[in-house]
């Protein structure tokens, strides 16, 4: 599952309230995430076993739902014949992500 949270800090006495806003059911484990505010709008970066895409998604504030914007193919012609996981992603600078894979063709 992906889930998104708000976590609430009562400024006097300090407790924490957690309120689920969305969820979404995953097709397979996550294998990495990473979360980045980029132009104002929070973009969540996931990538799951055997599966060779970076789905990203977003929330619609207004409707306070999780969306998928788009997937980042990776298993471009030069992967075709190779069966490879994502391991890890890291945004670099709100434009590049660097991706670690198991496998070098």
């Given at each position: 599952m992906l889930k998104i949270s708000s976590?609430?800090?009562?400024?006097?006495?300090?407790?924490?309230?957690?309120?689920?806003?969305?969820?979404i059911k995953l097709n397979s484990n996550c294998s990495?995430?990473?979360?980045?505010?980029?132009g104002g709008n929070l973009s969540i970066f996931l990538t799951r076993n055997?599966?060779?895409?970076?789905?990203?998604?977003?929330?619609?504030?207004?409707t306070k739902k999780l969306i998928q914007k788009y997937y980042i193919a990776l298993n471009n012609?030069?992967?075709?014949?190779?069966?490879?996981?994502?391991?890890?992603?890291?945004?670099?600078n709100d434009s590049t992500l660097?991706?670690?894979t198991s496998h070098i063709p």
């Open positions: 976590l609430q800090v009562d400024p006097v006495d300090q407790n924490l309230t957690l309120d689920e806003i969305d969820s990495s995430l990473v979360c980045q505010y980029i055997d599966f060779t895409q970076i789905s990203c998604y977003s929330i619609d504030y207004q012609a030069q992967f075709s014949t190779h069966s490879f996981n994502v391991r890890d992603i890291i945004l670099v660097a991706v670690a």
